[in-house]
C-alpha cells in the first residue's frame, strides 16, 4: 500500500529547477509513493508576496491546502521554502482564530473552500527519514555515492516543529540520509544559515558574501559536493557560484545538487545524469 | 529527662519574671523575651523559634532555673524542650559530608555524594537576611533579587527594610547581606538613617555570631563614593562580625558586579551553618550544585527542585579562538564530561579555571544579553542553557561548536565589541519622541496617557526580548552587509512607528529612515528570526511588517520594491511565479548584462552542476535566445486550474497588482 500525498512542487520547479520535479517524482516512484497533483495549487508566496500583503499570501496558500484536504491527504513538498511558508500560514492561522476566520470568509466568497487546518506539511526529507525509514531507503540504494558530501537545509527548513524529530540546529535527517547512501556527510557550522536567496536581486552583494561562506565552509572541509534541501538555495549556490568566488575572493567551486536529484541517483534513478554528474565531479575542482 | 532546648512563644508580655528567675538565659527586650546567645549552640540571640540547642554547661547548671522560669510564666510561653521530644545531639556535632567536586572539565570524576550537602543545605536554621538601604529603589530591588536566589543556595531569603529595624535584632542574625546606595555626599539612603545611628552608636549590640557580606552602590562621579556601603561594612567588622565575601563598590552600571557578587555572597553564606561556622570545604561543591542549575519548578509558588541526577553527557567543545596581538585564528577543541545540568557558561568557567586561563568570554549572570554566543549556529545565553539541552540526542559526544556573536568585531576568542552597535542605533535615533495627547485621570487623579490594550500587547511583543545584542546577532545577513543598521534597530524604530504616542513628525521621520537602503531593506533573509529561540515569531512578523511599510513607503520602486511587486504580479497572472519577469523588471538591462559577462547567465543556460532539464524550453529560445534555453526559466508559465480563484481572492483583498 504506497504512501500517498498531495504533491507541491515548489516555486521554481515548474520553470528555472525542472530537475526537482523530475526525480522527485522518479524518487516517489522508487520509495513507493504516490502524489497526487495540485493543479490548481499556487506558488507558496515564498514569504515575498508576504512583505506586500500578509493576508494575501495566507488566503492564496489557505485555498492550495484546502485542496490537500478535500483529497484527505498530507502535503509533501521538495521546497524548504514551500514547506516553511505554508507551515508557518497555516500555523498562524491556526493560532489566531479570527485570522482564519477572516481568510475562510474570503476564500469561500471567492473559490467556495473552506481551510479546516487539518492538513500537514511536510518536506521530502522528512518523509524519507521518518515515513519511508532510513532502513527502507538504504535497501533501495544501487548506485552510491563514495565520497565526502556537505549537507545543505537552509534556515526555512529548520524551524522547530516543522522538521518533526530532527535538531533545528543541530540537525542529522540529511546527514543520515548520505550515510545510508554511502556517503560521508562533513560538518560546517553554516549548513543551516541563509543564502540570502529572497534578496539576490535587491541586495546582490550580501546574498553573495553569505552563499560565498556557506560553499567555502564546506570546501573547507573536504566536501566533494554539496547537497541542498532547498530549491531556491540550491540555484542561488549554484548559478552565482563563479559571481560569488569573484567578489569575495573565497574558494565556491564545488557542484551542488538538490536532495531529490541525489536520492534519484543513489537509487538508481537516471543512470546517464548519474554519470555526467560524476564526469563533472571528476573535472570539476582546485 | 534533661532539657534540649528552650524557646519563647508569641504572646510575651514582657514582665521580667523568667529574667528575674534566670537572667543568664533570658534576656527581656521592649516587646518580647530572647534566649541569649552565650547559652545557645547557634550562638543567636532571639526567641529561638529554630530550637536550637542549649548549650552542655548550661543544661548541666540552669536547667533548675529554666524550668522555674517557665512554671512561673504567667502567660506560660516559655516552652521547654526535653531531650524525649529531639534526637540528642552531641554539642559539637556536624553532619558528617563527603562532597567531591563534581564538574571538572576533561576528567570524569566519581559522582558527588549528594545525601551530607543535602542534608546540610535542608536542616536547621538556613534563613538568610537581606537588609537594603535605598534611596531610588536599585538596592531593594537586587535586596529582592538576592533573596529569591537565595533558595538555590538552600538558604530561606527575608528581605528587610532597614527602616525601622531593631539593631538588637539584626545582632541575633547569622547571615546577613546588605545592599546599600549611597545617597548626595556619602550620606544614608534615607530609610537607612535609623538603624544606621544604632550600629554606629557606642551601645550598638556585639554581632559576633554574624556572617556577613555587603553590596554598596554609588556613583564614582561622587567624591564619597559608595560610602554608605564602606561605613556597614567597617562598622559590622568592628561589632565582631564576620566577613565572608570583601565588599563590592558599584559605579551607575552595577548589575554585572552585582550578580558576581551576589553568586560569591550566597555561596559563602549558604556554607555558614546553624552555629555561624564556616564549611569551606563545602563551598567547591555548593559552587558545582548550583551552577548546575536549580531548576525552577513549573508550579505557581516557584519552589525549587535541584536537579541532581542529570546524567553525565560527553561533550566535544569547539571553540572559536582570536588572539589580536598574534593576528591569529583558530579553533581549540576539549572533549568534557560535564554534568547535563551544568550550563554552558560554567563549563567555559571551568575550562578557564583548569585548563585554558587565556580563554576570554564575556562572563555575567544568566540573562545577560552581553554574554550571549553562537552555539552550533543557535544564538543562546550560556548562563541559562544547560549542555544537555544542546543535545540533539544523537549517539555519540554532543558537539558544540562555540563562537562569537555574528555581526561585531571580535575582541578576543569570544569576546565582541558592541560599540558598532551602540552608534548604529545612536545614528538611527531609536529614541521616543511623544506628541501631545490628551490624558485621562486615575481613580488617584493621575494623569495618564490611556493605550488601547490590544496596542500595548502587540508593542509588549515587539520589545519583549532578550536585548538588541541579541537581536542583532540573529540576522544571518548582518555579518555581511557593511552599512546595514541591523535588525535590533529596524526593530525598536518599527516599535516606535507602531506607538501611539509618537509624535507624527517622528513617525515621518522613521518612515523615511525604514525606505532607506541601510535598515530593514537590506536584511536579506527574515526567517532565520522565527527559529532563533531569542528572537522568535512575533520578532519576525514585526520585522516583515516594518518591511511592508519600508515598500509601501517607497512605492514599491527600486530592487526591492520591483521584486515584490512582480512577485505579486506574476503570481496574479498565473497562479506560478515567473523567474524570467522578476530577473527581466529588476534587475533591468544594466543587471542582465552584467550578469551576462560574469557568467551568471552561461551558468544559468547549461544547468552547471544540476542535472536534466530540456536544452529548449520555449519558443522563445530559437527567437530571443537566451530566453527558454536550457535551464533558464520559461518566459511563460501555464495557469494553474482554476485562475479565476486567484484572481478573485487578488482583488478582494489588494487591487495593486
Known sequence: MPIRFAYHPGNAAHSSAPEVDE???????????????????????????????????????????????????????????????????????????????????????????????????????????????????????????????????????????????????????????????????????????????????????????????????????????????????????????????????????????????????????????????????????? | MTIFSVYIEEGCITCDACEEAAPEVFEVTDDTCFIKSDVRLDGGFDRNDSKSALKKEVINTLSDDIFDAADGCPVDVIIVVESQAVEEKEEDEVPVIEVEASIEVGITEEPLEVEGLDAFLTTGDRTLNVFFGSQSGNSEELAAKLAKNASQYGLEGVVHDMDGFDINAMASMKRVAIVCSTWGEGEMPDNAEALWQAAASSGAPRMDGMSFSVLALGDTSYELFCQSGKDWDKRLEELGASRVVERVDCDVDYEAPASVWAEESLTMLSAIDDSGNLHEELIDAIRDLVSGGVAVADGEDGFTIPDLLAKEIEVELSVFRYNPHERTSGTDTWLCSLKGHTTLLDALRS????????????????????????????????????????????????????????????????????????????????????????????????????????????????????????????????????????????????????????SDKRINAIDATLAGTDTILAETDIAPFGRQPLAGRDIQAALSSARTRALEVNGFNGRHGKHVWWYAWTLKSSGKVNDTVLYRQVLGPLGLLSNLSSGVTARMVTGFTRTGGKMVNDILALVAPPAGLGKMPRQFNKRVDNHHEVVSIFNSLDRRF
Not at chain 1, 512583505?51 to 492550495?64: D, G, I, P, V, Y
Not at chain 1, 560546517?188 to 534578496?199: D, K, L, Q
Not at chain 1, 552565482?240 to 568566488?245: P, R, T
Not at chain 2, 494623569?447 to 540573529?474: F, R, T, Y
Open chain 2, 351 to 502: 575550562i578557564q579555571r583548569t585548563h585554558d586561563g587565556s580563554l576570554c568570554f564575556t562572563d555575567g549572570s544568566s540573562h545577560d544579553p552581553c554574554t550571549a554566543l553562537l552555539v552550533n549556529g543557535r544564538v543562546t545565553l550560556p548562563g541559562s542553557t544547560r549542555i544537555d539541552r544542546l543535545s540533539n540526542g544523537r549517539p555519540g559526544p554532543v558537539m558544540l561548536t562555540i563562537e562569537p556573536l555574528p555581526g561585531y568585531d571580535v575582541l578576543r576568542d569570544l569576546c565582541v565589541d558592541f560599540d558598532s552597535l551602540l552608534k548604529k542605533r545612536e545614528s538611527a535615533s531609536v529614541w521616543h519622541v511623544s506628541k501631545t495627547r490628551e490624558a485621562v485621570k486615575s481613580e488617584q487623579g493621575i494623569a495618564i496617557g490611556p493605550m488601547d490594550a490590544s496596542k500595548a500587547v502587540e508593542l509588549h511583543a515587539m520589545s519583549n526580548h532578550a536585548g538588541p545584542q541579541v537581536i542583532h546577532a540573529c540576522s544571518d545577513a548582518v555579518a555581511y552587509a557593511d552599512t546595514y543598521l541591523g535588525p535590533s534597530v529596524c526593530l525598536d524604530l518599527w516599535a516606535r512607528r507602531c506607538d501611539p504616542r509618537t
Open chain 1, 23 to 286: 526525480t522527485m517524482r522518479a524518487v516517489c516512484r522508487t520509495l513507493g509513493i504516490e502524489l497526487i497533483d495540485l493543479p490548481g495549487a499556487t506558488s507558496c508566496g515564498a514569504g515575498i508576496l508576504g512583505q506586500a500583503n500578509r493576508s494575501l499570501q495566507a488566503t492564496l496558500n489557505a485555498r492550495t491546502m484546502s485542496m490537500a484536504e478535500d483529497l484527505g491527504l498530507d502535503i509533501v513538498t521538495p521546497c524548504a521554502t514551500t514547506a516553511a511558508t505554508l507551515y508557518e500560514d497555516l500555523n498562524m492561522m491556526k493560532s489566531d482564530l479570527n485570522l482564519m476566520g477572516a481568510v475562510n470568509s474570503t476564500l469561500e466568497k471567492t473559490t467556495g473552500r473552506t481551510l479546516e487546518g487539518t492538513v500537514r506539511i511536510r518536506h521530502l526529507l522528512q518523509v524519507l527519514v521518518e515515513d519511508i525509514g532510513l532502513e527502507t531507503f538504504s535497501k533501495k540504494v544501487k548506485n552510491p555515492i563514495r565520497s565526502k558530501l556537505a549537507p545543505y537545509y537552509g534556515p526555512n527548513l529548520q524551524q522547530e516543529g516543522l522538521i518533526g524529530g530532527d535538531d533545528v540546529f543541530d540537525p542529522w535527517y540529511l546527514e543520515s540520509v548520505i550515510q545510508c547512501s554511502g556517503g560521508i556527510p562533513v560538518r560546517y557550522p553554516s549548513r543551516t544559515s541563509s543564502a540570502g536567496t529572497p534578496g539576490l536581486f535587491s541586495e546582490e552583494q550580501t546574498v553573495l558574501r553569505q552563499s560565498a561562506t556557506i560553499l567555502s565552509e564546506a570546501k573547507a572541509k573536504g566536501a566533494k559536493m554539496v547537497i541542498s534541501a532547498c530549491t531556491l538555495s540550491h540555484g542561488v549556490l549554484d548559478i552565482y557560484q563563479g559571481k560569488a568566488s569573484r567578489s569575495t575572493g573565497l574558494n565556491t567551486n564545488v557542484p551542488i545538487v538538490h536532495l531529490s536529484e541525489y536520492v534519484a541517483f543513489v537509487t538508481g534513478n537516471f543512470p546517464k545524469r548519474l554519470a555526467m554528474l560524476k564526469t563533472r565531479l571528476a573535472v570539476i575542482g582546485d
